[in-house]
Structures are given as structure tokens and as C-alpha cells.
């Protein structure tokens, strides 16, 4: 079986992050933990059909690495299928598939070498930083308004 494949993962949870957006929690069953390891700034593909469109779309993981969680923030944007749904229908108990998490615009944490991290992000980038940095002893985050851009 191909790493890159999709597989169907429960939503567990849909939480309120603003007015137009939320966080997506999917469960990761034992058998595909390790199919779901990821690195802080890796991201994942999410996959449902909405009005019989096969619709497809990456996310961040805004979770931090090795917390056993798998988490994406999703910002509804106007005309968005799947933004739209994710913050308007999606529920706890839901099934989509998603792809393993992929990407190189990572950064390795080592514990035991603490550093300074500084990010910067703008508009919906923000929710994903969380996740990149985490696990840094020192985080400096600078975030701007996005001004209506996303």
C-alpha cells in the first residue's frame, strides 16, 4: 500500500477558533499512527465530495508533534465548498479521508538544544505556526491582519 493514499479518519471534533474559522480534530485509529506521524510544518490533504464535486484541499497540522492529536484549522473563505462546509456542517462523528501528513518546510526540535524560533505569519498562516514552533523552549510570533487577503 502506497504512504500516499487516503484513509478514512473520524472527525472527533469541530471547535470554534473565530467567527469563520475552526479547528478539525480527525481520531487516528492504533493500525495508522505511524502513517500519521508528522514533523512541526507538515500538512495533510483532505478529501470529501460535496454536491457530487470531488473536492480536495491541504492544510496545516496545527497540532503539536508528538501530541497524539491530528488537528488542521480550516478559515471559511467566500465561495469556499470545503471552507464553507468544514466551519457551517461539518460534526463530531463525521468520516473524511485524508492523505499522511507530507512537506519540507519544517523544523527539527531537539530538547535537549534549546533555541530561539521566530515565525512570522499573516491572515490564516497564523493557526499553522503554532504547530511549527512547538516544542522550542523560546517562541517569538509576530502575526498580521490579513486585511480581507486570504
Known amino acids: 500500500m502506497s504512504q500516499l493514499e487516503f484513509h478514512e479518519l473520524r472527525v472527533t471534533e469541530v471547535t470554534p477558533l473565530t467567527d469563520d474559522a475552526v479547528a478539525v480534530t480527525f481520531d487516528v485509529p492504533p493500525e495508522l499512527e505511524t502513517t500519521f506521524d508528522f514533523i ?9 465530495h460535496l454536491d457530487d464535486v470531488d473536492v480536495r484541499r491541504s492544510y496545516s497540522i496545527c497540532a503539536p508533534a508528538g501530541s497524539g492529536k491530528l ?16 466551519t457551517e456542517g461539518l460534526e463530531a462523528g463525521d468520516v473524511l479521508e485524508v492523505m499522511p501528513p507530507v512537506g519540507e518546510f519544517t523544523i527539527e526540535i531537539d530538547p535537549t538544544s534549546p533555541r530561539t524560533v521566530t515565525t512570522f505569519a499573516r491572515g490564516r498562516a497564523t493557526i499553522s505556526r ?18 480581507g487577503r486570504s
Open 130 to 147: 503554532s504547530s511549527t514552533t512547538s516544542g522550542s523552549t523560546r517562541l517569538s510570533l509576530s502575526a498580521t491582519p490579513s486585511r
Open 71 to 86: 488537528r488542521v484549522g480550516v478559515k471559511r473563505l467566500r465561495g469556499g465548498l470545503f471552507s464553507t462546509y468544514a
Open 40 to 48: 512541526p510544518g507538515q500538512h495533510v490533504t483532505v478529501r470529501t
